[in-house]
């Protein structure tokens, strides 16, 4: 069982800078892809960045040269950090923990969402 706990989201003026934490109560090391997710109210949930197990990353075009994520498997811990943040990255933001073992097995964990506005 794996359950994560997002934190660093906030109000922030467009232009600056804020880093997102996810931290795992279960090891992730080297068996999870994680991602960043965001979801407004009444719409569905995005997926804006992913880091696979080898390291290996995905970004949703609207934050590419933007957003950059990270995970440090020695403190089961994910990052997001975003840069040059817009008015429309307004969103709950969520952590998520998935993988599929060699039996076909799937695991997928959600985290509880952290809040980030941006607005003058």
């Known amino acids: 069982q794996v359950q994560l706990v997002e934190s660093g989201g906030g109000l922030v003026q467009p232009g600056r800078s804020l880093r997102l934490s996810c931290a795992s109560s279960?090891?992730?090391?080297?068996?999870?892809?994680m991602g960043w997710y965001r979801q407004a109210p009444g719409k569905q949930r995005d997926m804006v960045a992913t880091?696979?197990?080898?390291?290996?990353?995905n970004y949703a075009d609207s934050v590419k040269g933007r957003f950059t994520i990270s995970r440090d498997n020695a403190m089961n811990t994910v990052y997001l950090q975003m840069s040059s943040l817009k008015t429309e990255d307004t969103d709950v933001y969520y952590c998520?923990?998935?993988?599929?073992?060699?039996?076909?097995?799937?695991?997928?964990?959600w985290g509880q969402g952290t809040q980030v506005t941006v607005s003058p």
């Open positions: 880091i696979s197990s080898g390291g290996s990353t």
């Open positions: 279960g090891s992730i090391s080297g068996r999870y892809t």
């Open positions: 998520n923990a998935n993988r599929v073992t060699v039996l076909g097995s799937k695991y997928d964990y």
